[in-house]
């Protein structure tokens, strides 16, 4: 699981990365440039979900122990 985790942020930061590239800063909100701010954006989400639910496995294991 922890390597899937991991494999999950890998590809969410890929595509942030991309979606970087596709960015048009003279005009931001007009069209593919929306679309990749977009997808910026949830990747972001995805990636502090991520880090939230390893961080609650983390606690879970511990208060097993």
Known sequence: MKTFIY???AIAI????FNITLLDFNNLF??????????????????CILIIFKKAKQIEEKTRN
Do not use: F, N, P
């Open 14 to 17: 890929g595509l942030i990365i």
């Open 30 to 47: 007009e069209g593919d440039s929306l679309i990749a701010l977009i997808g910026i954006i949830a990747s972001l989400c995805a990636v």
């Open 7 to 9: 494999t999950l942020i």
